[in-house]
Nanobody, 120 residues
Framework: VQLQASGGGLVQAGGSLRLSCVVS????????MGWFRQAPGKEREFVST????????YYRDSVRGRFTISRDNAKNTLYLQMNSLKPEDTAVYYC??????????????WGQGTLVTVSS
């Protein structure tokens, strides 16, 4: 399974970005998916997760109401719509596949990461 994340960039506080993660190599629909992020000098942390069907989603408290996770199984693609971005959202964002959970240990497959920088 290969995951390719994209969509990161530099944005001002209050702005929006949409991250994408294309999955290839296995049946995308079989996997729960997640987004994680890692800021400089910090551990990788959970952002959001979605079930294989898309019916169930979960967010960390600090992004709930601002970020929306979704998936298009026909396109083998996972998304993260990020609105009202804050400087503290600055990090490398990683997509992951396997189960729909909030722990890094629940995921076997990882993308390479895409950098999001939010300026104040």
């Amino acid at each position: 399974v290969q995951l390719q994340a994209s969509g990161g960039g530099l944005v001002q506080a209050g702005g929006s970005l949409r991250l994408s993660c294309v999955v290839s190599g296995r049946t995308f629909m079989r996997y729960g998916m997640g987004w994680f992020r890692q800021a400089p000098g910090k551990e990788r942390e959970f952002v959001s997760t979605i079930s294989w069907s898309g019916d169930s989603t979960y967010y960390r408290d600090s992004v709930r109401g601002r970020f929306t996770i979704s998936r298009d199984n026909a396109k083998n693609t996972l998304y993260l719509q990020m609105n009202s971005l804050k400087p503290e959202d600055t990090a490398v964002y990683y997509c992951a596949a396997d189960r729909a959970g909030s722990s890094i240990y629940e995921y076997v497959y990882w993308g390479q990461g895409t950098l999001v920088t939010v300026s104040s």
